[in-house]
Every structure is written in structure tokens, then in C-alpha cells.
């Protein structure tokens, strides 16, 4: 590596790590403000509240990490030259492709840091943002999970429905359990309600109606109480709509398929979740070859006008992957498509701005 490319790499990392250590203070006081009669009003304890921000910290870095690094890359690529140290390096006959290589190398860093932080570490800090919420800020009208008509596939032949469960007390009302066999129904088990109990393990049915489909006869089955064991609990059959975001990327994997057999109506936002995780990364790449395409030539607006259009375009990107994503919940848009337009627009639009500033 050449001292052209560590003095480049120096400026990369230290204005984007200068950035985000500004951000840190800044966003911690705004939040705190808004948080802090919720905090005394329900006594929350200064450990977890220590532990929120460190996942309020990951939480946000992973959501405004792209706009982070695109304006530090815009302002320190506008001071070298505004200082023409870029044109300095091109007229030793450096090509302006060569000029990219350091940028490329801060971005492969950024990037592969981000993915490991996306796969591991990030999802818990998500979960435990999220568990904060429902448990001090979001209150008791917030419906963390579906609790009316349940429906759920919870192996290749039984399907469950519940028109209510009720997580506080481990309750289902209305239980229905069905074995079907191809396209024969096997037996179909009614309940006025079932209530787990966690001493026991177990799950007590009241007021059962078993029905068992005979070649030749039907048998009915009546029992007032009737202790029995399920392979599913009821936090499965209804999970928080926020788990997908607390799993790591085999466990995301494994839930996704499973949450396909049981029917789960929130399937394309966990999908979604998943592609986002290895799209959000590549996103470095693209915007760091925007920013010096953007910000290598000196202009008279100077590193104001570089500064403002940083912004819009920071703006418009995560504009555009609201949209897909809001797509993707209201329309039934493929969740793959909406995590990777934006990177494939403005992929175009990079390759298009080094192949213009090349020239």
C-alpha cells in the first residue's frame, strides 16, 4: 500500500468515524429528552437503561450508517479538492481509476464490517431496542403480536386456529386442531379454551369435543377437563412481530421457513428483514463512488454545493427504500426486488458519474 492510498484511507475512516462520534452525544440527549418522563414514570432501572442506548447506538448506526459515510466521504474528497491535492495526484499521471483504490479498500472494510455487525451482533441489540419499547415507551395499547384469529400450520398435517390467545394469562379461546391427511380430514379436536401451564408443561383443554374420522363410523370424544402436551407453545403459534429482527441469519433462515408452513400473514416483511441484511452493506460501495465521482472535481459552489447535493441524494435513497419497503407490506411487492432497487438504481447512476468524472 502506497502513502497515497493511507493518506486517502486515513482521511476515509477519520471523518466517518468523526461523524458518527458526533452523531452519538447528539442523538443520545434528543432521545433522552423525549424518553425521560416515560423513564421516571415507570422507575426504569439506570442499568437497562445504560443497556437501551448501547442498542439504540447499534440500532441507528445500522439504519444511517449509508449517509454517514456518504457525506464524510463528500466532505473530505471537496477539501482535497477545494486544496487541488486530487488534481496535484492526477497530473503526476495517476489514472482516475487508480485514484479509487483506496476508496474501494475503506469501502470493502465498511462493508464487511457492517455484515458481520448485520449476521451477529446488530439483530441482538434490535431485539433488546425493541423489548425496551413495548416494556416503557410504547404502552399497553401496543399490539406487539397477533392475539385474534389465529390460524397455523404447525406440521405437514395439523392446522391450529384460535379466535383469541392471550399471552398474559396463557390462554387460547375457541381452540381448533385439525389432523388432515391428504385431502382427508383425520380427526378435528374443539375446545371452548386451552390454558398452559408452565409448572407442568402441559396445556388443560375445557369443555373438549374430539371428532376421529373412521373409514365406516365416526367417534366422539366429550370431556369437561383433559390434560395433554402439544409440540408448540403459544408464543410460537403468535411470535412479536419484532422477532425476525433479533435472529441471526441461520435462525432467520430456519424461522422464515417455518413461519411458510404455518401461514404467517407477516411472511414478506421477515424476507424483507432478510434480504436487507446482505443488500445494506453493498450500499458502501455504491455511495462511496457517487461521493468522489461527486466531489474529486473543484467547483465554484465549492464544498457547500457538494454538501447539499450529499444531502438529497442521502435523502432520496432512503426514500426510496421506504417506498419498496412499504410496497412490500400493502402490495405484496417481492421483498428480494425492494431491498436491492435502491442499490441497483443507484448503482447505475455511479457507474454513470466515475465513467463522467473519468473522462
Known amino acids: 500500500m502506497k502513502v497515497i492510498d493511507k493518506y486517502i484511507l486515513k482521511r476515509y475512516f477519520g471523518t466517518f468515524l468523526g461523524l458518527m462520534a458526533l452523531f452519538v452525544p447528539i442523538s ?14 415507570h422507575k426504569v ?35 482535497l479538492a477545494q486544496n487541488t491535492e486530487i488534481i496535484a495526484m492526477l ?45 416503557y415507551v410504547h404502552g399497553s395499547s401496543f399490539k406487539a403480536r397477533e392475539t385474534n384469529d389465529v390460524y397455523r400450520q404447525i406440521d405437514p398435517t395439523h392446522y391450529i ?39 407442568k408443561k402441559n396445556y388443560t383443554l375445557h369443555n373438549l369435543t374430539k371428532r376421529i374420522y373412521l373409514k365406516d363410523r365416526e367417534k366422539i370424544i366429550h370431556k369437561n377437563s383433559y390434560d395433554t402436551i ?17 435472529l ?5 433462515n430456519k424461522f422464515i421457513e417455518k413461519e411458510k408452513k404455518r ?43 457538494n454538501l447539499a447535493f450529499g444531502i438529497a441524494v442521502s435523502m432520496i435513497y432512503i426514500l426510496f427504500d421506504r417506498i419498496f419497503g412499504i410496497l412490500v407490506i400493502k402490495s405484496g411487492f417481492s421483498p428480494m426486488w425492494a431491498a436491492w432497487l435502491p442499490n441497483i438504481m443507484f448503482g447505475i447512476l455511479a457507474v454513470f458519474l466515475v465513467f463522467r468524472a473519468k473522462k
Open 28 to 41: 443520545i440527549i434528543l432521545d433522552l429528552s423525549e424518553r425521560i418522563d416515560k423513564f421516571i414514570e
Open 45 to 79: 432501572p439506570m442499568r437497562e437503561i445504560l443497556v437501551y442506548y448501547g442498542d439504540f447506538l447499534l440500532y441507528f448506526f445500522n439504519i444511517l450508517f449509508p449517509i454517514f459515510l456518504f457525506l464524510s466521504v463528500i466532505w473530505f474528497t471537496s477539501r
Open 91 to 135: 497530473n503526476t499521471g495517476m489514472p482516475f481509476m487508480r485514484l479509487l483504490r483506496p476508496y474501494l479498500i475503506g469501502a470493502i472494510i465498511i462493508a464487511a464490517t457492517v455484515l458481520f455487525l448485520n449476521l451477529s451482533i446488530i439483530p441482538k441489540a434490535r431485539i433488546g431496542y425493541n423489548e425496551f419499547w413495548v416494556k
Open 161 to 199: 386456529y384460535a379466535s383469541n390467545l392471550n399471552h398474559k394469562n396463557k390462554t387460547a379461546y375457541k381452540f381448533v386442531l385439525e389432523e388432515v391427511v391428504g385431502d382427508s380430514l383425520k380427526s378435528k379436536l374443539i375446545a371452548d379454551r386451552i390454558v398452559y401451564n408452565p409448572k
Open 230 to 246: 402439544f409440540d408448540f407453545t403459544l408464543d410460537d403459534l403468535t411470535p412479536v412481530t419484532y422477532i425476525a429482527e433479533g
Open 248 to 252: 441471526n441469519y441461520s435462525a432467520l
Open 263 to 305: 401461514g404467517s400473514k407477516n411472511i414478506k416483511k421477515f424476507e424483507l428483514e432478510k434480504y436487507k441484511r446482505m443488500s445494506l452493506p453493498i450500499s458502501a460501495f455504491i455511495l462511496t463512488f457517487i461521493a468522489v465521482a461527486m466531489a474529486s472535481q473543484k467547483k465554484r459552489s465549492g464544498m457547500g454545493g
